[in-house]
């Protein structure tokens, strides 16, 4: 039953300009161009669609694995779900288990962590969620390395260094200008190479509380209201 339900929905999903989009592109615009939480939500319950119709077909496929893992953290992250945000978690983990050279797995682990310091603060994210700074920055350090040369993966760190740390501005730096020099190989990578030269000028004044909160508008669904 629950099979018949997933393809009638993905085949339906065929049906709208919108949701003809891939998963991938789906949670991308979710993320970065909608700015109504229930609009948002939308996309990601279609990006969800879309990747478990994947997976029915073929469980193992990576792309569908990881889609669907991000699906499922996002629509944690807007309706504050804490058992979407587990399960999230735990299948980010998994992929970095299997392959800890994927990059992008290493990347929404790191952002897993990361995000909800920044968000909740060391001890209430620890507290609440067993996020960690140091699996996170060890996350964030893998991504980089098995990144190859990707603008997504230096505008991510430096964007999530300086809203951990305002006062690291060197870092950040160092990290933006990577990602102003990156490789665009998805629709993330110009989006987030676009935003790193946005944040450059207030990294290169020394301003880090300004290059923070920017930052923050800049990350996924930094911009979404009610």
């Keep these: 039953m629950r099979r018949a339900v997933l393809l009638s929905a993905a085949m339906a999903c065929v049906a709208t300009p919108a949701t003809a989009q891939s998963a991938r592109e789906m949670l991308v615009t979710a993320a970065f161009s909608v700015q109504e939480r229930a609009g948002a939500l939308a996309r990601v319950a279609a990006a969800l669609v879309s990747a478990e119709a994947v997976l029915l077909r073929n469980p193992q496929d990576r792309e569908a694995r990881m889609q669907r893992a991000l699906a499922i953290g996002y629509r944690g992250k807007l309706k ?75 505008a991510f760190a430096s964007f999530n260094r300086i809203q951990l740390d305002p006062g690291d501005v060197a870092g950040a730096r160092v990290l933006a200008e990577a990602a ?8 993330e990578d110009a989006i987030m190479k676009r935003y790193a030269a946005q944040v450059l000028p207030l990294l290169r004044s020394g301003n880090g509380k300004a290059a923070a909160a920017m930052a923050d508008k800049l990350m996924p669904f930094g911009r979404v209201g009610k």
């Design 80 to 154: 504050r779900g804490r058992s979407d945000v587990q399960a999230a978690r735990q299948q980010f983990e998994t992929l970095v288990a299997t392959n800890p050279r994927d990059a992008e797995a290493q990347m929404a682990l790191a952002g897993w962590h990361l995000g909800a310091i920044v968000e909740l603060g060391p001890l209430m994210a620890r507290t609440a969620l067993g996020a960690r700074k140091e699996r996170g920055l060890k996350a964030l350090d893998a991504a980089l390395a098995a990144g190859g040369g990707r603008a997504v993966f230096p």
């Design 180 to 187: 102003v020099r990156g490789r665009v190989a998805r629709p």
